[in-house]
């Protein structure tokens, strides 16, 4: 049994995700797309961590202090060598790690080295609750596995090509050049995934124009042509575009200013206020799409207004990304909310029939786990739900990097 599971993982990666206080891991075969073992570590740095590993199809959970990430990692090697996994011997092809922010410097998968760690670290600035929590990842990865090869890979990299016109913000150049600020976009690794599915999924690999909605706790949209992202709601910062669990998506920016001034919150109180405590869960005091669909079945008022609020943007988003891509071939809803939502797909698009867009609410009911169409026959525009893979995209770019050494 040992040396099967060791075997097994011959040629797999492992991909890390790594948090603040957090650290989710799949160890995965890039090619048979086959997940061996998944896990995920909370709390980290908090007295009682937990930590849940998945593999062979057993689950353990653990309620223990696991002070940082590396001791986090090293709780996960003795989950993988219970299964008989040893992965400083099992012949790891890489590690992958997702990186959030790769500023202007990164857009394509990268080998990580000590020079790629240093520039990581020094456009931290541009995601400063991400980026170093990604860098403790990699550091940690680096030194339990010291002989596998460790690849960044950039949440922001498949918007590097966006047009100047959808990256740039109409402020000051000089202001803007000096410190990075630019729409960046992120999500990317899901969009760029997801719309290769559609693609293929079409069998229209080329000249396609497609719409995607990454609607999970973090949401964004994304409109692509032939395969190049022409616009994104994500700018910046994940902070903008969408209503999300928590973050605000797009306000006016001059509310900050008005509650620096006038509420006078510090930049750190705005900056929660925005990230954690907006969106639904601001809204209506729930940021789980679940919990809100249950509470406005109940006839709860501040659940109706918030889901309205989030269809409002949506729609909004929606109908800009029509007009940029002057054709839509296909929609497509992704992630937590957008794969699970049925209501969500529905109200998004309904009232569309004019512009040819026409969803059929039996097959918008059926609940899957595969990439399907929902669209009725006569619907001019392709109406998908396409599980998105983060995982497998990071696994397969990062092996793709080792491959080319
Ligand atoms: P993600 O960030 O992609 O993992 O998505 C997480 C979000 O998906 C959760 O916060 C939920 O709001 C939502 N979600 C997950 N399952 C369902 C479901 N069955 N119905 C509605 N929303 C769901």
Do not use: W
Not at 41 to 61: F, V
Not at 226 to 248: A, F, N, Q, W, Y
Not at 340 to 346: D, G, P, Q
């Amino acid at each position: 049994m040992t040396g099967t599971t060791a075997m097994s993982a011959r040629g797999a990666v492992l991909v890390l995700n790594a948090g603040s206080s957090s650290l989710k891991y799949q160890l995965l075969q890039p090619d048979t797309e086959e997940v061996q073992a998944d896990g995920v570590a909370e709390r980290i740095g908090e007295s009682e961590s937990s930590i849940t590993h998945e593999q062979d199809g057993e689950e353990s959970t653990e309620v223990l202090a696991l002070p940082d990430h590396h001791a986090a990692i090293e709780r996960a090697m003795r989950f993988f060598a219970d299964h008989g996994t040893d992965l400083t011997t099992a012949g790891l092809l890489a590690v992958g790690h997702r990186v959030v922010h790769g500023g202007r410097t990164f857009y394509r998968p990268t080998l990580i080295d000590p020079e790629v760690i240093s520039e990581i670290s020094r456009i931290s600035t541009l995601a400063p609750l991400h980026n170093p929590a990604n860098l403790i990842g990699i550091d940690a990865a680096r030194s339990l596995l010291p002989d596998v090869p460790s690849v960044a890979v950039f949440d922001t990299a498949f918007f590097h090509s966006l047009p100047d016109a959808a990256a740039t913000y109409a402020i000051d150049r000089g202001v803007a050049d000096l410190h990075a600020i630019r729409r960046y976009g992120f999500h990317g690794t899901s969009h760029e995934y997801v719309s290769q599915q559609v693609a293929e999924f079409l069998d229209r690999p080329v000249d396609l124009h497609q719409i995607v909605l990454h609607l999970g706790n973090g949401a964004s949209a994304s409109a692509i042509a032939g395969g190049s992202p022409i616009d994104t709601s994500m700018g910046m910062t994940p902070l903008e575009g969408l209503v999300m669990g928590t973050r605000s998506g797009d306000i006016d920016p001059g509310i900050v200013l008005h509650l620096n001034r006038v509420a006078r919150l510090g930049v750190d109180q705005i900056d929660t206020l925005l990230n954690k405590q907006s969106g639904l869960k601001g809204l209506c005091g729930e940021n789980d799409f679940r919990s809100i669909t249950e509470k406005m079945a109940a006839g709860d008022a501040g659940a109706r207004r918030a889901y309205d609020i989030y269809i409002h943007r949506l729609r909004r988003y929606i109908g800009a990304y029509m007009i940029e891509l002057g054709r839509v071939d296909a929609i497509t809803f992704t992630a937590g909310v957008g794969e699970n939502a049925a209501s969500v797909r529905a109200d998004a698009l309904a009232g569309l029939e004019n512009y040819g867009i026409v969803i059929d609410a039996e097959r918008n009911a059926v609940r899957a786990k595969h990439a399907r169409r929902i669209s009725a026959d006569d619907s001019d525009v392709d109406v998908l739900v396409v599980p998105t893979n983060e995982e497998l995209a990071i696994a397969r770019q990062a092996a793709d990097v080792v491959a080319a050494l």
